[in-house]
C-alpha cells in the first residue's frame, strides 16, 4: 500500500459554541492510501476536545505496518490491530477505516451503503446546527438553513429559552437540542425538557455529565422526549453500561474508529431497543458521506459538516428536499479535488 496525508485546517462559516468552548476551524489530516490500483480517502476530523492533533495523528500513522493490512479486509482485526499500536487516537484510526472501505467498495465495484446493508429509500433528513449565539448571529445562521427541513440546536448555558424563542420566531421546523452536558441540575433539567417538548423538540442529546449514570437514567426514565447518549459512548466498549440509562445513541464516525464500528454500534442499539442518531464533527464530504453510507440504518441523522463550513475541498454531496441523495458509485462516491489535496 501507498500511503499520503495532507493536514488541513477546515474552516467553519461561523464561530461554534457549545456550552464548553468556542471554535472556528478544525484541524483534519486527510488520508490518500492506494492499493492494487485502487485509491482510497479518508478523514480524521480531530475537534479540540477529543486530544488529537497533526503531531498526534502523524506519529500514530508512522507506527502503522501496512503489511498486515491485506486485501479482503477483516475490520475487526484491523481495528483489533490499530488498537494494539496505541489507546485512544479514533479520528486517525477512523481515517483509516474509511479509506479502507472506499478502496473495498472500489474493488468490488459497490457502494460503501450497499455493502451494509443500507437502503437509500429509507434515509432520514438531516439536521443543520446552530451553536450557541447571541439572537442576531442566530437569525443569521438560520438564512443559512433554509434548505434543511430539521434544526439542531447547542444549549446547556443560561440562555436556553431564549435560544430557542428565537428560533421560533423564525421558524416552526422540528428541532434536536444537544445539551453537551452543560444541564447540572436534574429538577431544572426536566422542567426544561418539559418545556422544550412543548416547543417541539423531538430528541436530546447528552442532557447531564456523562459521568452522571444516575442522573441521566433519572431523567431517562420521566422525560417525554428522547435522551440520546453522546459524550457518554464513544465506542462499542462503552454500550452495555447505557443499557436502560438512555432512550438511544448518538454514533459518530470519529468516535467509533469509522464505518465497522459504527456500524456494530448501530446494530447492538438496535438489540437493545435502543435509537440511533448518526452525527459528526466539522467534516468534509468525505468523512461524511461515510456516515451517509451507515444513515439509513439510523432513526435521525445530524450530518451537516460540509453545510457549515468555508472550504470544503471536495464536491458538496448530492442534497435534496432536506436529505442525502445516496448515487450508485462505488465506495464513497467522493468526487472533486481529490488528486490536487495530495500533490
Known sequence: MKISCRQFELELKHPFSISKFTRTSTPLMLLKVEHEGVTGYGEASMVPYMGESYESA????????????Q??????????????LAPGQPAIKAAIDIALNDIQGKLLNKPCYEIYGADPAKMPVTSYTIGIDT???IREKLKDAEAFKVIKVKLGRDNDQEIIETIRSMTNVPLYVDANQGWTDK???IDLIYWLHNQGVVLIEQPMDKNNLDGN???TERSPIPLLADEAVQRLADMDKLKGAYHGINVKLMKSCGMYEGHQMILKARSFGMKVLIG??????CATLAAVALAPLCNWADLDGPWLTKNNPFTDPAFENGKYI????????????????FL
Open 217 to 219: 437514567a433519572w431523567l
Open 71 to 84: 486485501y479482503p479486509f477483516d475490520f475487526k482485526e484491523i481495528i483489533s490491530y490499530l488498537d494494539s
Open 135 to 137: 439572537p442576531e448571529v
Open 326 to 341: 445516496l448515487r450508485d458509485l462505488p465506495g464513497l462516491g467522493l468526487t472533486g479535488a481529490t488528486s490536487d489535496l
Open 280 to 285: 459528526c464533527m466539522s467534516e468534509t464530504s
Open 58 to 69: 502523524a506519529a500514530f500513522l508512522s507506527l502503522v505496518d501496512w503489511d498486515k493490512i
Open 187 to 189: 429538577i431544572e433539567a
